[in-house]
């Protein structure tokens, strides 16, 4: 069974300061992997997407890696905002059938200004 | 395009009642799921359907639970009876093949 950790749970950064989530999963046989946002009282906005064939993928201020073998993935926001608070759940895609999506428990991150 | 819509945003019932949680997926994604979240944690999947077929249900306890997704469109997630550890938000999402999930803003469902 899939399990999926995310460190640290609970982030406090100054406003302008670069910073990494850490995304760890137990079956490397993923799919995909999926980094999302969630406002509070919201549902989950998808950031990034990337193919186990890939090894990152960026999006603006957001860059997203992976390395299937050691069943990891990073979320590295660069210069951020008050904006950017949220937390951050992944999600890789796993098993037999392609479209099973398993999430984290996510870290919220707060942006002081 | 418009995105995942579910109603109703928010329900409070008394446990032993019976309740109901519509979405209406983004038109052309296949695929649709639901998915109920705790406080303080990810999403945890409750269902599956690639069309009108649900694929994996393996998660939801079917004992008062029941879902449907008529004609591989709009689907329905029903629960009877409700009880108090059923208090949680309730997610759906659609995707098309290969592609990331799109999330409605969700059910909050408390059972008091």
């Known amino acids: 069974k899939q399990e999926v950790t995310q460190i640290p749970a609970a982030l406090s950064v100054p406003e302008g300061e670069n910073l990494v989530l850490n995304c760890s999963f137990t079956?490397?046989?993923?799919?995909?992997l999926q980094w999302f946002r969630q406002d509070p009282g919201k549902g989950l906005t998808s950031l990034l997407l990337?193919?186990?064939?890939?090894r990152e993928q960026t999006s603006g201020r957001l860059n997203a890696s992976l390395d299937k073998s050691s069943g990891r993935s990073t979320l590295y926001i660069a210069a951020s905002q008050p904006g950017d608070s949220a937390t951050y759940l992944c999600a890789p895609t796993v098993g037999t059938s392609y479209d099973k999506v398993i999430f984290g428990p996510g870290t919220s991150l707060s942006v002081i200004p | 395009e418009a995105g995942v819509v579910q109603s109703p945003r928010y329900k409070i019932i008394e446990k032993k009642q019976p309740v109901a949680f519509w979405c209406n997926p983004i038109?052309?994604?296949?695929?649709l799921y639901w998915y109920r979240q705790n406080l303080g944690q990810g999403p945890e999947l409750l269902i599956r359907?690639?069309?009108?077929?649900?694929?994996?249900d393996s998660q939801l306890p079917k004992d008062r639970f029941s879902a449907e997704r008529l004609k591989g469109v709009d689907s329905t997630l029903k629960i009877q009876p409700a009880e108090l550890g059923d208090s949680a938000v309730y997610l759906c999402?659609?995707?098309?093949?290969?592609?990331?999930?799109?999330f409605g803003n969700g059910t909050r469902l408390t059972v008091t």
């Open positions: 999402a659609s995707s098309a093949f290969n592609s990331p999930l799109h």
């Open positions: 079956d490397s046989a993923i799919y995909n």
């Open positions: 038109s052309g994604h296949n695929t």
């Open positions: 359907y690639e069309n009108e077929e649900a694929v994996d």
């Open positions: 990337i193919q186990s064939s890939q």
